[in-house]
Structures are given as structure tokens and as C-alpha cells.
């Protein structure tokens, strides 16, 4: 069930509470660990346009920075698992954090944009080696009743991250310049590395399990029919949160205010996130991805809308953001949940498969909205909408064979 090998009769630490038999406040400093994560991978999307200028390329370019830290987050995930998996997890998360720091310094100091790929994948392999393993340990501290909560609190930090990481990163990018912001990243990750060392219960590893062996899970009809869903739910997020700046202003958010909308996004996806946390444990995890792609296409679509109509409808843009973080962000617990229900004897492995889905489909929106970007904010926009339409297709279609 998870990838900490522990037993129950374990001796209890003073104020620790026994593995599996915990509340939810064990899983909170793991979520200060995918905040930092989350704050990187997500920042630059709020000063992208200042970093192309900067690197002297255009701001598609630039975003290709996005999708090289997501697709070597997505090759390296099943892999740093497999080659990490006898470490202790307090020494592996620590580790991570620690990479992700000094990855995000060597970003800040890129003179070109190859420099700044090169960074981006070292940082991509701290993120991969911290998030699954954060997820799998959260679900192992837990009493299983509170299992998705714990997923959420812990995916809540990446959503806290696009609520107050990302925007507070462009300010300090607008402030200081997009380097420095980067430098108060890496500069986070070192100080909440030194957190969870100092707060997180000691923890073994597991016996190493070859990655041909991990993978085999793969070809088990009930996870195939849930990890595409994931890629294809973060691709029509991430098609235009990538460009999030550019396609914001195309909707008639005056200058200044792109940062507002950008909390909103945030916002949302933070209540997103949480509210999808209690409903999968209450309702399941079907219906809540149903109401999160229907409430994805809408939002997309509207706001592809007025991005054609050129009408400048600014409480109802902001709703709108509003409603797309919180259903780009509804997915991650609900999706955790179910491959954990299918494969619960792996579910550090599927809990990793399907982090590197969430890569795979960041860098499959960041591709296809730099594709639809010169083309214009409709575009992108209705791009998203088609994505997310079609996520809600595949959901209705293969949610029979995910229960089997």
C-alpha cells in the first residue's frame, strides 16, 4: 500500500503517531515539500515573457523550459523510484529538496536558454524523486478513512504553490527580475529541506524491485484505463496556464491585474483540490472528475469566447479563472485514489506512474498551447476546452473497465 516498509507494532516516537494509524496533520510537512516543488515547476509560468526577453527568444521558446522539466520529470519518476528505493525516505526526500534548491540557483544564473534546459532537467529529478515518494509515505501515516485526505493535503501544497508561490514569484520577478526570483526559490527549498529533517518521523526504504517488474503494472486494464485520463486532464489545464500572461491579457485584463488573476487561478485550484479530497472519500472519485472536466470545458470555452468577442467581462474572467483552477486541480486526489483502489499492493508505483502522467500532460499542453499561442488566445483557449472535453469522454467511457 504504500513504499515505506513498517509494520504496526512499531514503537511509537514521542509525539509521532503510529504509521497507518495517523491523523492528518503527520502529512503536513510532506505538503511544505511539494509547495516548494510546486513553486518551481509553476513559477515560471508568471514571468515568462521577461525570461524570453532576457534570453533573447521568443516567450514558445521559453515555455519549452516547461516542457523539458516535464517530460524528464515523467521519464525520471519510474526510474529514481526504482534507484531509490532502499534509501530511508526522510534522507531521499531530504536529498531531493536539496537538488531541487541547487537546480533552481543554477536556473538563476543561466546565461542562455541551453543553460536553462540543462538546469530544468537536474531540477526535474529532485521534483521526481520528492513528490511520489511524499504521496506514498502521506498514504502510509494515515488511518486508510483518511487516505485521500492525505493525498489532498499533500497535492495541496503544489495547488497552494499556484495560489501563492507563482503569484508571489511574478511579483518578485516583476520587483527584482525573474533571476532573483528564482534564487528566493532555491532558497526555499534549502530552508523547508531542513524542515522535513527535523520533523519528519524516520522512515525505511523498501527491498528494490526492478523497473521491468514495477512496470508490469502497466499492462493491468484497470490502470491502463486510469493514467491516460490524468495526461489528458493536465493537458487541457496546462495548455493555457503555460502562457498563462499572454492569453490573460487577450481576455482584457488590464495591465497589473494578470497577477489577481493568477491568484484566483490558485485560489481555485486550492479549494479545488481539498473539496476533491473529501467528496472522492464521500461520493467517489468518478463523479468528482465528471464535475471537474464538465466545470473545465465550460471555463475554457467562455473564456474563449470572450477572448474572440473582445467584450471585456472582468468579474465574469475572473470567475472563470476561478472555476478552471479548481477544476484543473480536482483531478490529482480523485486520480491517486483510484489507481491506489486497482493496484493497492503497488501503490508507491502507481502513485509514481501517475505523477509522471501529470508531467507528461503539462508538457503535452505546454507544447500544443506554444503550437496554438501565435495563432492567438481563442485558440489556446478552445484548445484546452477540446482537451478537457475529451477527458470527460474518456472518463464516461473507461470508468467501468477502472472498476473491474
Not at 525516505?89 to 544564473?109: F, P
Not at 508571489?168 to 527549498?189: D, F, I, N, Q
Not at 505523477?355 to 492567438?376: D, K, N, R
Request: glycine residues 10%; aromatic residues 6%; contains cysteine.
Amino acid at each position: 500500500m504504500s513504499n515505506v516498509s513498517i509494520t504496526s507494532d512499531r514503537p511509537k516516537a514521542d509525539g509521532q503517531a503510529l504509521p497507518g494509524q495517523g491523523g492528518l496533520s503527520s502529512t503536513l510537512v510532506l505538503a511544505l515539500g511539494t509547495f516548494a516543488v510546486g513553486t518551481d515547476a509553476f513559477v515560471v509560468a508568471g514571468f515568462l515573457p521577461s525570461m524570453a526577453e532576457d534570453l533573447h527568444v521568443s516567450a514558445a521558446a521559453a515555455g519549452q523550459s516547461v516542457t523539458v522539466f516535464a517530460a524528464a520529470y515523467a521519464l525520471l519518476s519510474p526510474v529514481l523510484a526504482t534507484a531509490t528505493a532502499r534509501l530511508p525516505r526522510r534522507a531521499l526526500l531530504v536529498g531531493a529538496l536539496i537538488t531541487l534548491g541547487l537546480a533552481n540557483l543554477c536556473s538563476a544564473l543561466a546565461p542562455n536558454l541551453a543553460v536553462l534546459i540543462i538546469s530544468r532537467v537536474i531540477a526535474a529529478a529532485g521534483a521526481a524523486a520528492y513528490t511520489p515518494s511524499a504521496g506514498a509515505v502521506s498514504a502510509a501515516l494515515v488511518r486508510p478513512e483518511f487516505r485521500a485526505r492525505a493525498l489532498a493535503v499533500v497535492i495541496g501544497g503544489l495547488t497552494v504553490a499556484t495560489a501563492l508561490g507563482v503569484p508571489l514569484g511574478t511579483l518578485a520577478g516583476h520587483w527584482l527580475g525573474w533571476r532573483s526570483a528564482l534564487a528566493v526559490v532555491a532558497g526555499l527549498c534549502v530552508v523547508i529541506a531542513a524542515g522535513v529533517r527535523l520533523i519528519m518521523p524516520p522512515l525505511p526504504g523498501n527491498p528494490r524491485v526492478p523497473l521491468r517488474t514495477r512496470l508490469a503494472v502497466l499492462r493491468r486494464p484497470a490502470v491502463l484505463a486510469v493514467l491516460p485520463l490524468t495526461v489528458l486532464g493536465m493537458g487541457a489545464a496546462y495548455t493555457a496556464y503555460a502562457y498563462s500572461v499572454p492569453v490573460l491579457r487577450a481576455v482584457r485584463v488590464p495591465d497589473g491585474t494578470d497577477l489577481w488573476m493568477l491568484f484566483l487561478y490558485g485560489l481555485g485550484a486550492v479549494l479545488g483540490n481539498l473539496a476533491s479530497g473529501y467528496a472522492t472519500d464521500r461520493w467517489g472519485s468518478v463523479r468528482v472528475l465528471t464535475t471537474g472536466y464538465t466545470g473545465m470545458v465550460l471555463a475554457l470555452a467562455l473564456l474563449a469566447r470572450i477572448a474572440a468577442t473582445g467584450v471585456p467581462l472582468m468579474p465574469v474572467v475572473g470567475v472563470l479563472v476561478l472555476l478552471w483552477g479548481a477544476s484543473s486541480w480536482c483531478q490529482t486526489p480523485a486520480q491517486q485514489h483510484r489507481l491506489i483502489e486497482v493496484a493497492p499492493q503497488e501503490a508507491p508505483l502507481v502513485v509514481s506512474l501517475n505523477s509522471s502522467g501529470i508531467y507528461l500532460g503539462i508538457g503535452l499542453g505546454t507544447v500544443l498551447g506554444g503550437i496554438a499561442l501565435p495563432h492567438g488566445a481563442t485558440a489556446v483557449y478552445g484548445l484546452g476546452a477540446v482537451l478537457a472535453l475529451a477527458a470527460l469522454l474518456f472518463l464516461r467511457v473507461t470508468a467501468r473497465a477502472a472498476s473491474r
